[in-house]
Every structure is written in structure tokens, then in C-alpha cells.
């Protein structure tokens, strides 16, 4: 089993930067890609951007040139930077982690909401 605990949603005006962490314990040995996801209401969930554990990142056209994923393996742990954040962009965001050769998640965190006010 795989824990995920994110942190770092907040409210914030448009135009704003925050940084979601997303740290990882249990069985860190079985999961390869991690990402974050988001869920805005009456939407259905969309995949913001992933990464390997080698460190190969895909960002969704939404939020590219905005927001960045990056990843400590040394803390088990990845993080969302977003900057010139939109209210589009209000969310609650998901971290999310692949088991080896899954296609979907097979992890996921609790949620954290993030809110930008125009």
C-alpha cells in the first residue's frame, strides 16, 4: 500500500502562485509515475501533469507554461508549482501514483482545494 498526503491549496487571487507538496510513504517500490489531477465542480477529473521517478514530465495544454511537477525521490515526495493562476484553475487537486505498469492510478491522495478569486 501507498499513502499519499498532499498539502498547499489555499485562496488566492488571480494572478497568484502556490505550491502543492504531495509526500508519499508505504510501499514507495511499487509506484513508477506520480501526478496530480483535479476535479472542479460539476466537472469530471482531469490529469494536470504526471512524472516519472526519472524525472520525464507531461503538463496538460491548459495549464502548460504555468504550471510546473517536479519530484524529490530522496522524500518520496512531488510537487505542483502554479503560477498566474487562473479562476479556472478552482479545483480541488488530487495527487495521484501508478503502480508499475498500471495505466490508471492506483493511488490516490485526499484532496486539497485550491481557490482563485478573480
Known amino acids: 500500500q501507498v499513502q499519499l498526503v498532499e498539502s498547499g491549496g489555499d485562496l488566492v487571487q488571480a494572478g497568484g502562485s502556490l505550491r502543492l507538496s504531495c509526500a508519499a510513504s508505504?510501499?514507495?517500490?511499487?509506484?513508477?509515475?506520480m501526478g496530480w489531477y483535479r476535479q472542479a465542480p460539476g466537472k469530471q477529473r482531469e490529469l494536470v501533469a504526471s512524472?516519472?521517478?526519472?524525472?520525464?514530465?507531461n503538463t496538460a495544454d491548459s495549464v502548460k507554461g504555468r504550471f510546473t511537477i517536479s519530484r524529490d525521490n530522496a522524500k518520496n515526495t512531488v510537487f505542483l508549482q502554479m503560477n498566474n493562476l487562473k479562476p479556472e484553475d478552482t479545483a480541488v487537486y488530487y495527487c495521484a501514483a501508478w503502480r508499475r505498469l498500471a495505466v490508471s492510478p492506483g493511488y490516490w491522495g485526499q484532496g486539497t482545494q485550491v481557490t482563485v478569486s478573480s
Open positions: 508505504g510501499s514507495i517500490s511499487s509506484i513508477n509515475l
Open positions: 512524472i516519472t521517478s526519472g524525472g520525464s514530465a
